[in-house]
């Protein structure tokens, strides 16, 4: 299967195989114009299995949100068919914006303007606070 | 800008310091009656309660100042649809020290955001209520003269009581403390509670539906009242509202120097032939809220003013 390489560009690289099409909702890439490729189930030495998003333009991602689904991908930033950008991810401290508190006693309900922030507050069970109300986010996967 | 949003802001010196600052005030009050001359409180409570606002506002006039505010939403511009964010910064041109009670939980965070002024949560929904909770502490210091080396029996409503999950928060920081926690299945303390706070501090506890079996072991009876707006099926309310009343003969078995504590308002939880039994100390408690405010303002006032 051939996929065209990038110009410039965005590839999300080991993405836990089955999380692209999560991944491709929640950064809304389907409003961008450019191309974008959903790669599923590539096989990788060290995952067995990976999918890969290539997005054919030079757009901003939201760096947060990909770790919150999933922290073990990387991001190729492609210029000028060069790699000139490698990095990896990891579980963001905080999100801003990114999930949204569904606790209907959180203020975050009625306070007009007021962003939606959620605290890492166990790492290793990947657990997430509201910082208002402390409610516990749902997971996203 | 030192607020007061969560008991856990308090580190263990402050909660002794402001016991310690209590206590003078008990032993001393003329010596504290105009020390917030021309200082302004301004209570803003978005739901009624007027046990919290009250306690306040004899704080506050206590100390030589005075009050400001409204006791329902719909007497504020609230009601006119303005956010908790622009309230604060107005009523913060207006005084020097804000409590602030809220049926959402959080509001008065995202008030202590925004404002120019000390924030005080006098309660945010079933969330925080950290002054109920330093009333609480003073009762316990006055009462045992220390914070370690308790077992607290908490009885009653373990699963929307904000007072039950703060008090154990601000108990899990001393040495040797055991809680019994005596309710229905259906009240039960959660999950997060014993996991988040009593199992990562190490604290004992022990959990029951009989408020007898442990009775000889307590040297604190803390009950809680079954709150009806807690609940979101009247059913359910009425099943459960009777389940634990105290009454004299349940205190047979029970140590002589107990102390048997209530956050209040009670509804029928305490017979009132326990009253003057020299074991219940709610009343006590109440008095207590008065000091431990004044404390709290005073403490917050003077590091706002270090801060100018």
Known sequence: ?141 | MRHLIDILDLSKEEIDELCETATDIINDPDKYNEVCKHKILATLFFEPSTRTRLSFESAMLSLGGEVLGFSEAQSSSAAKGESVADTVRTVSCYSDIIAMRHPKEGAPFVASRVAEVPIINAGDGGHNHPTQTLTDLLTIHREKGRFDDLTIGVCGDLKFGRTVHSLIAAMSRYKNIKFVLISPDELKLPSYVKKDIMQKNGMEYYETRDLLEKMGELDILYMTRVQRERFFNEEDYLRLKDSYILTLDKLETAKKDLTIMHPLPRVNEIATEVDTDPRARYFAQVRNGRYIRMALILKLLKEAENEH
Not at chain 1, 32 to 52: E, F, P, Q, T, Y
Not at chain 1, 98 to 107: E, T
Request: with cysteine; aromatic share 4%; charged share 30%.
């Open chain 1, 1 to 141: 299967m051939n996929i065209d390489s990038i110009v410039n560009g965005v590839v999300i690289d080991h993405i836990s195989a089955g999380k692209a099409m999560k991944l491709y909702e929640l950064l809304g890439l389907e409003k961008l114009d450019c191309s974008v490729a959903i790669i599923k189930n590539v096989h990788s030495n060290r995952m067995g299995k990976k999918d890969i998003i290539k997005i054919d333009a030079d757009v901003p991602v939201d760096f947060d949100l990909i770790g919150y689904v999933d922290p073990d991908c990387t991001i190729n930033i492609i210029k000028n068919e060069k790699l000139i950008e490698k990095k990896t991810i990891s579980l963001p401290e905080e999100l801003h914006n990114v999930i949204f508190c569904k606790n209907p006693r959180c203020i975050t309900s009625v306070e007009r303007g007021l962003e939606h922030v959620f605290k890492l507050t166990d790492k290793k069970n990947k657990i997430y606070r509201c910082i208002y109300c402390e409610t516990k986010a749902e997971q996203v996967l």
